[in-house]
């Protein structure tokens, strides 16, 4: 099946909507506001569930020989196109305290609890994302040889009452407009 122009904001939906389904058994619960996002997100709205697109790139594929290098195989030969898109999740978290006369900081259970809502984010996705891909529901091509791989996942610094965690997950889309893919 031919491609198109939308094949990644629709495979950046299909990550969102996985990630959504991933959060509804993670310890805090689901989040409302989703989006699927031009760029890295803004951390002012959280809870906030968003994915983003990065750059393309072409895999590397065996043999790596001279004629089927990266830059070669382009003009020459088949080529795996892969794509690394974002997930970022936020969840509000302590911050410190000003009443105009004194700076309070949170307590250590409150940051422990902050931690196991974003703990709990992060290993729901991951482990959902793994599930479904195994499953063949995730990002699966008709060869079943698709390639796919969270790479690692980076906490974001708690700051202004947002914490949470960026997860990179590096998937194969197929090409279009001309050239085997």
Same mark, same amino acid.
């Given at each position: 099946? #031919?491609?198109?122009?939308?094949?990644? $904001? &629709?495979?950046? /939906?299909?990550?969102?909507?996985? #990630?959504? &389904? #991933?959060?509804?058994? #993670?310890?805090?619960? !689901?989040?409302?506001?989703?989006?699927?996002?031009? %760029?890295?997100?803004?951390?002012?709205? &959280?809870? /906030?569930?968003? *994915?983003?697109?990065?750059? !393309?790139?072409?895999?590397?594929?065996?043999?790596?020989?001279?004629?089927?290098?990266?830059?070669?195989?382009?003009?020459?030969?088949?080529? *795996?196109?892969?794509?690394?898109?974002?997930?970022?999740?936020?969840?509000?978290?302590?911050?410190?305290?000003?009443?105009?006369?004194?700076?309070?900081?949170?307590?250590?259970?409150?940051?422990?609890?902050?931690?196991?809502?974003?703990?709990?984010?992060?290993?729901?996705?991951?482990?959902?994302?793994?599930?479904?891909?195994?499953?063949?529901?995730? $990002?699966? %091509?008709?060869?079943?040889?698709?390639? $796919?791989?969270?790479?690692?996942?980076?906490?974001?610094?708690?700051?202004?009452?947002?914490?949470?965690?960026?997860?990179?997950?590096? $998937?194969?889309?197929?090409?279009?407009?001309?050239?085997?893919?």
């Amino acid at each position: 099946m #031919a491609g198109s122009a939308g094949d990644l $904001f &629709a495979a950046a /939906q299909t990550l969102l909507a996985a #990630a959504a &389904a #991933a959060l509804e058994d #993670a310890p805090a619960g !689901p989040i409302d506001r989703m989006l699927v996002s031009q %760029s890295a997100p803004v951390f002012d709205c &959280a809870p /906030q569930l968003s *994915v983003h697109a990065g750059g !393309p790139s072409i895999a590397d594929t065996y043999p790596l020989q001279p004629p089927l290098q990266p830059m070669q195989r382009i003009v020459s030969t088949g080529l *795996v196109d892969l794509v690394l898109m974002t997930i970022t999740v936020t969840r509000c978290v302590s911050k410190l305290g000003d009443d105009g006369q004194t700076i309070t900081l949170p307590t250590p259970q409150a940051m422990t609890d902050d931690a196991e809502a974003c703990y709990g984010d992060l290993w729901a996705i991951w482990n959902h994302l793994i599930k479904e891909h195994r499953e063949g529901n995730l $990002f699966q %091509s008709a060869s079943k040889r698709r390639e $796919f791989t969270l790479e690692p996942a980076q906490p974001l610094n708690n700051g202004g009452g947002v914490g949470g965690w960026e997860i990179p997950v590096r $998937f194969q889309i197929p090409g279009y407009g001309g050239g085997p893919s």
